[in-house]
């Protein structure tokens, strides 16, 4: 804590970053963001959800600060805290008061798995007040117009531990991320990875063979970014077949006949 | 050896059977030229075949001298085992069959360097499948190849190769094949693009086509040889399917172009008829251009041939991987999966109308007849989202979008995702969902279908069909394949004093208890001099200023931090029912169950009662007091009275189902509690060491499942065997039953904390 601060101009983004459309999640998104109406992204782990905020965060021009929640994320974490600097108490915010304060987007990745009570402070900021009170100081903000709240779920966990609360999640226009379509996911594995087309596509084909093995033995099919991971090593020199062991097969899982399966899956297609 | 002595060894094994002295005399006759070390291990396998079956124990003495000639006595356990197994599966001649000529069946499937079986391949297969076919496939053993959509039969063992890995691919390759077949609508033709070609046939036989839905089989009645088109018209889907493979599984071609070249030489060399060499040729890839480019093409290439066909010429045999088509099953499957997803459509669809009824505020609530038919037919209309983009006017929907509405009275009525994707399942196969299908379902919502309660139980009615088990043979360290039905029942609740004269006589420990259980129910608490934290500790903070003052050096912990446990808790609890409970002991476990659902209702963890009892492996029972959600009402209360003492402990089953049960279940602490008062036992063979490993290897699948077991005993013996069942720490033994009922809530607060 007492490390240097990230400054929030670090937190604009610079370059365009690489991202293909699946629907208009970019003209709803922008659209949200003129009526000041936070966004909620649902989709499974590594189809792009983050990469979308990126991209527009880039469009927007606005600086981007990511939370990624775990189960012991408190209030204070998000709003921020009182320090003791050499004898004196002084005040830090937390990311989300910094993104209030500097109108800038502020992205909750995984809001399910902070815990619940944690989630109830974004309330008032998730609807028409747009505020953000902060106790401790006894300030209330008041959000900038740029300022964006985005929060993602991945909802195929189906854990009833896990799921959003009805009072949150009516609060957000729903954005609905899935795997891209074949040739989507295609350019995107080609344009991140250098891969070649040909080779592309039939890693495309082996993400929807395991895709299909879920809820057969799987627990969850292969995402878009390991096919990226796979590309990146087949393109740095390392064999189809080792590559796609190394990122995807022995990722996703460590049974053992299920593996011998995606090996043969892996052996037929490459 | 001695014959005496060895008798007498042979009967302290069978025991605790006791046979006549002629019949172990004609037992162990087979054995006396066995060496000492032979008869050993020939002793300890009687062990575990005796208690399984009498006269498959005496087939094995038989034959198991002639067996000792080709295995090492080392062997035997794997052979009796295999023998076991089968005998298992396929009754005592299959058993039998194991036990003959042991070099042709056992010796040289245990060799078995090259030979393929199915069992062993089927564990990577089944998912290679689904993951190519995109959904669940089954794989099933079968006298020919061939598939129906939804299985796919492959033959029980494979060796036409010389190697194992090759025959391994042959599989692989015949599931490719298959799928190949499948994706290119290699049974469903369109006989449209066909047209003149059917027309002209049908001039030749003189008879016409069906027209509502034209059959790929009754096609093939066009031709004097139906079998004979068939299987030209398999002979071309075959290159195409070849040609198919080898662009979207170029890894899988590759490695099975010797393979196929092998396969395709044997049967098809030697045909000078072109059709055949072109088609060789396509599937060995040498031109793939030859293969038909569609299955009217395959069509129009089968008429082609078919007239080429010298007089009394035989098509080649089909190719291994290629198998054979089963059209008359492969409609079956359609036809089911038709009838299927109508009546789940109708189902859903009536209890979603259900529902929406429901919600209409009718005071008739009594009167299902003026509550139901408020939608007539006419007014309900499923639109597709094609159809929806096609309406003049109407707002494009985005590229995305594949939501189905149903319009009720001029209102949109979305339609939850299951019942959206049956729908496009029957819109895929029938081009709409037919107009029947909804007004079916309108009809069965007015009968209040979807809302009808189940008939109340009654004594022991079998709730949910039966289970089965495996069982744990510790003497052959393999499982007994389904060996125990486990059926779950449900106990008549009955009204008396019992939950009254409970409360009243245990009220003041009542209260205590309810209070230590409501101060578990959240547990938040400030943790003082924390390194990071909500606030800032003052105390600590004076102190650490009043230090530097002092020229010591200051502390960091300043802060206090706010630490929630959520308690996160599933506890099944599993009653023993059996005889032996009668009188003061079943009633103290009852007395107990009563304290346990009051204090823990001041808690709020899910938990569940069960009961077990039955006889035999074939009707182990598992009574049904509380699931895990259900509250505690007046119906579990009047359950826990009727609880009263039944047959046998066979435990293995009922600790299996509730492992599965709670598996199931998302929590931080699964609790699979056991109360008993003895040993397991049932009475046939399961008693002794048998009944005590099998019931410890229950409990090993259930650890290994992440869930924790707890045994709580009051049996006075309990020392010897029960730590090692539950391991040490994981019992409790009380000695005086009284104190039962007290205990019980105790002991789950101290688990869960």
């Given amino acids: 804590m007492r490390g240097k601060e990230l400054k929030i101009e670090e937190h604009l983004i610079v370059d365009k970053p690489f991202y293909l459309e699946q629907g208009e999640e970019l003209p709803i998104a922008r659209a949200a963001h003129e009526n000041g109406l936070p966004i909620l992204l649902k989709g499974p782990t590594g189809c792009g959800k983050s990469r979308f905020m990126q991209r527009l965060a880039w469009e927007l021009q606005r600086p981007l600060i990511t939370v990624s929640c775990h189960d012991d994320l408190s209030t204070s974490d998000l709003v921020g805290r009182y320090l003791i600097r050499g004898g004196e108490a002084v005040w830090l915010d937390g990311p989300l008061t910094k993104a209030v304060r500097n109108g800038a987007l502020c992205y909750l990745d995984e809001i399910v798995e902070a815990r619940k009570d944690t989630t109830v402070v974004i309330h008032p900021l998730a609807d028409d007040r747009r505020e953000l009170p902060i106790e401790k100081l006894g300030e209330l903000l008041t959000a900038p117009p740029e300022f964006m709240l985005a929060i993602s779920y991945n909802p195929g966990y189906q854990s009833v531990l896990k799921d959003l609360k009805q009072s949150t999640r009516q609060r957000f226009v729903s954005l609905e991320f899935a795997y891209p379509p074949e040739e989507l996911e295609t350019a995107i594995v080609k344009s991140e990875s250098g ?65 011998a399966a995606l090996e043969e899956l892996v052996s037929s297609l490459f | 050896m001695q014959k005496n002595d060895l008798k007498a060894r042979f009967a302290e094994a069978i025991l605790p059977d006791i046979l006549n002295d002629w019949e172990l005399e004609e037992l162990i006759e087979p054995l006396l030229p066995l060496s000492e070390e032979q008869l050993g291990e020939t002793l300890r396998q009687v062990r575990v075949i005796w208690p399984v079956s009498h006269s498959l124990c005496g087939n094995f003495l038989q034959r198991v001298a002639e067996g000792l000639r080709c295995l090492a006595p080392d062997q035997l356990a794997d052979w009796v085992k295999a023998v076991l197994d089968a005998y298992e599966s396929g009754g005592l001649l299959a058993g039998q069959a194991l036990l003959d000529e042991v070099e042709k069946n056992f010796l040289c499937r245990l060799r078995g360097e090259t030979k393929v079986r199915f069992p062993e391949a089927a564990g990577s297969l089944a998912p290679y499948a689904t993951g190519l076919f995109g959904s669940p496939v089954a794989l099933a053993q079968g006298p020919e190849v ?52 059917v027309k002209g046939l049908e001039q030749c036989a003189h008879r016409r086509l069906a027209t509502a839905e034209p059959w790929l089989a009754e096609f093939f009645q066009l031709f004097p040889s139906p079998e004979q088109a068939e299987r030209l018209y398999h002979l071309a889907e075959t290159a195409r399917a070849a040609a198919f493979l080898r662009a979207a599984l170029p890894g899988l071609m590759r490695e099975c172009a010797p393979l196929l070249g092998l396969l395709a030489e044997k049967v098809l060399s030697g045909n000078h008829n072109l059709l055949y060499s072109a088609l060789q040729e396509s599937i060995l890839g040498h031109k793939p251009d030859s293969a038909p480019a569609s299955a009217a093409a395959s069509l129009a290439l089968l008429a082609d041939a078919y007239a080429a066909l010298a007089a009394g010429e035989t098509i080649p045999a089909p190719l291994p991987f290629q198998g054979v088509l089963r059209l008359a099953a492969v409609q079956e499957v359609r036809q089911k999966r038709r009838r299927e997803a109508k009546a789940k459509f109708i189902t859903a669809l009536a209890s979603l109308l259900g529902t929406k009824n429901a919600q209409i505020p009718l005071s ?120 125990c039905s486990l059926s779950l029942k449900e106990i008549a609740p009955t009204r008396g004093t019992f939950i009254g004269s409970t409360l009243a006589k245990y009220g003041g420990d009542l209260m205590k208890l309810r209070r230590q259980f409501e101060m578990l129910r959240t547990q938040e608490r400030f943790v003082k001099r924390q390194k990071e934290g909500d606030d800032i500790d003052l105390d600590a903070l004076t102190e650490s200023l009043t230090d530097l003052r002092a020229g010591l050096a200051p502390s960091e912990n300043l802060f206090i931090r706010l630490a929630r446990e959520q308690r996160s808790v599933a506890a099944l609890f599993l009653v023993d029912l059996s005889s032996s409970t009668e009188g003061w002991v079943g009633t103290a476990i009852k007395e107990a169950l009563v304290l346990l659902c009051e204090s823990l209702a001041a808690l709020g963890d899910p938990y569940g009662i069960y009961g077990f009892s039955g006889m035999r492996r074939s009707r182990a029972e598992l009574f049904h007091i509380k699931h895990l959600d259900e509250p505690y009402n007046d119906t579990v209360k009047g359950r826990i009275a009727a609880i009263a003492p039944r047959e046998y402990t066979r ?85 005086e039953v009284r104190k039962l009922p007290r205990r019980i809530p105790e002991i789950y607060r101290t688990l869960t904390t």
């Fill in chain 2, 364 to 483: 008739a609530e009594k009167n299902q007849e003026t509550a139901t038919p408020k939608i007539s037919e006419g007014q309900a209309l499923l639109i597709n989202p094609e159809k929806q983009k096609k309406r003049p006017g109407s707002p494009p929907p985005s590229a995305r979008e594949t939501t189905s509405f149903l319009t009720i009275d001029d209102t949109l009525l979305p339609l939850p995702r299951e019942l959206q994707a049956l729908a496009r399942e029957i819109n895929d196969d029938l081009g709409h969902v037919p107009a029947q299908y909804i007004s079916s379902a309108m009809h069965l919502s007015g009968k209040g279908v979807a809302r009808g309660a189940p008939p109340p139980g009654e004594e022991g009615e079998a709730l949910g069909g039966v289970n089965i088990y495996d069982e744990w043979d510790f003497r052959r360290r393999d499982f007994r394949k389904n060996w």
């Fill in chain 1, 195 to 259: 891969l070649d087309a040909e080779r592309a596509t039939r890693l495309v084909r082996l993400a929807a063979m395991t895709r299909s093995l879920k809820d057969s033995g799987l627990p969850e099919g292969a995402s878009t970014r390991l096919l990226i991971h796979a590309g990146k090593l087949i393109k740095a020199g390392i064999a189809e077949r080792t590559a796609i062991r190394a990122t995807i097969t022995e990722t996703l899982t460590d049974e053992h006949e299920m593996l």
């Fill in chain 2, 146 to 197: 061939y598939t129906d959509t939804a299985t796919i039969f492959l033959p029980p063992e494979l060796d036409l190769l010389p190697t194992r890995t090759d025959n391994f691919r042959l599989y692989k390759l015949t599931i490719s094949f298959q799928w190949a077949f499948t994706t290119l609508g290699t049974f469903r033709p369109s006989l449209a693009e066909a047209a003149p070609l």
């Fill in chain 2, 651 to 735: 435990m293995g089953p009922p600790i299996r189902h509730l492992t599965r049960i709670l598996s199931e279940r998302e929590a931080k602490i699964r609790l699979l509690i056991t109360i008993s008062d003895g040993k397991p036992e049932d009475y046939d063979g399961y008693k002794g060491d048998y009944a005590i490993e099998d019931t410890r290897h229950a409990l090993i699948e259930a650890k290994s499942k992440g869930i924790h077991p707890f045994c709580i005993t009051i049996d006075r013996q309990a020392h010897d065997y029960i730590a090692h069942m539950y391991g040490e720490v994981n019992y409790i033994f009380i000695n």
